[in-house]
């Protein structure tokens, strides 16, 4: 292709809407610490996605860590190793040891069968991860947490927009993060947010995002710095205005993407839109390359693609636990299935502004793959 296809682009609104905010900003005269436009936007966005309690945070690694310490949290935490960096490193910054689950061949989620051979005497919690926005199985987590007496976080980085029954699933668990980052389907240009049960956390999250501080001559946290700032809440504001739209939109690039590449005999789409209650993100598209059935492996699919200005991501290549930082150090002996699809997995470009005709284009280059491989 002539034309350079990125992975991701983050969606934008109007730059002349954005500016009135921003000089609104200017009026204003307050940049960040809890001013109006952070207070407007959390009010917004419980509105949206139906929750009561929300915490904004100046990006989603740190909602995690925050939720980690305001939780509690500590000694050892089932999860899941098919994710991003930052799932994994929350926990360890906390002086936390990973205990890696198994994930579920359909949806990549974290096995659910699997979670209760882990537990320990250590265990305090399930971090688990609505992976590409597929929902996990909350039910049976919830099961066993109550059992077990844990706390349960969902990282629902990939998930805004999910919902089950019209509630956004950010109100599974003690608590469920959010990323905005500009490569997610809804940004604050770098953003987060912990949606949480307890009112009673609201407080402590509070603190724990502004240095621990309680008052002029109270600190009583070891916090960080995590607040989000009024250019973040505003773009956040004005993004929420586009949001449905900008999910319709990648709904019909999916759309195109399965009625094309389900002809591709070895490349495997993953995506759980239909289970019942639930309405779809459409965050990623994920294809499983299967090289027996394909004639080619995921490897070569990158390669080829990517010669071709077609840029796609191995998201999640390498696994955490061969993480250079991790390597050996956690153990890693009951994840075949995340070991496998790791190797196999491909995440093709999506986002609102990709046309059609690029799908299409992309589609039938992957289409002609095989036939070009034989040829040469
Ligand atoms: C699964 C997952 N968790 C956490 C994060 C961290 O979010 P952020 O980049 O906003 O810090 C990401 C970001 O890509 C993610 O994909």
Request: hydrophobic share 40%; with cysteine.
């Amino acid at each position: 292709m002539k034309k350079n296809i990125t992975v991701t682009k983050p969606f934008l609104p109007p730059v002349e809407e954005y500016k009135k905010l921003v000089d609104k900003i200017w009026e204003n005269c307050w940049v960040t610490n809890n001013g109006p436009f952070n207070k407007k936007f959390k009010e917004k966005l419980k509105e949206y996605l139906g929750v009561s309690n929300i915490c904004l945070t100046v990006n989603g690694h740190m909602a995690l860590d925050i939720a980690i310490k305001g939780l509690g949290i500590k000694g050892e935490v089932i999860t899941t190793p098919f994710t991003f960096a930052s799932t994994t490193h929350a926990l360890v910054l906390n002086g936390i040891t990973p205990v890696f689950c198994d994930i579920k061949e359909d949806d990549l989620t974290i096995d659910v069968d699997k979670i209760e051979e882990l537990i320990t005497p250590k265990t305090t919690a399930i971090l688990a991860v609505h992976v590409y926005g597929h929902n996990c199985d909350y039910e049976k987590i919830d099961h066993i947490a109550k059992k077990y007496n844990l706390k349960v976080i969902y990282d629902a980085a990939h998930s805004f927009g999910v919902n089950k029954d019209g509630v956004s699933i950010s109100s599974l668990g003690d608590a469920s993060i959010f990323s905005f980052h500009a490569t997610k389907v809804f940004n604050s240009i770098e953003g987060g947010a912990i949606i949480f049960k307890d009112k009673k956390l609201e407080r402590i999250f509070n603190s724990y995002i502004n240095f621990g501080i309680e008052g002029q001559e109270q600190i009583d946290f070891v916090g960080e710095n995590a607040k989000m700032n009024e250019f973040q809440a505003a773009m956040g504001l004005l993004n929420l205005q586009y949001i449905d739209k900008v999910i319709e939109r990648r709904k019909k690039i999916t759309n195109l993407y399965i009625k094309r590449i389900s002809k591709v005999k070895g490349i495997n789409y993953v995506f759980n839109n239909n289970k019942d209650g639930y309405t779809y993100n459409y965050s990623y598209f994920p294809i499983i390359v299967d090289s027996e059935v394909a004639g080619f492996s995921r490897d070569d699919l990158y390669d080829f693609l990517q010669v071709r200005n077609i840029h796609t991501r191995k998201y999640f290549y390498p696994l955490v636990t061969d993480y250079g930082c991790y390597n050996g150090k956690f153990s890693n002996v009951n994840i075949p299935v995340a070991k496998k699809i790791s190797k196999k997995i491909l995440c093709l470009p999506l986002y609102d502004s990709l046309s059609l005709d690029d799908v299409n284009d992309i589609c039938d280059i992957i289409i002609n793959y095989k036939g070009e491989m034989d040829n040469a």
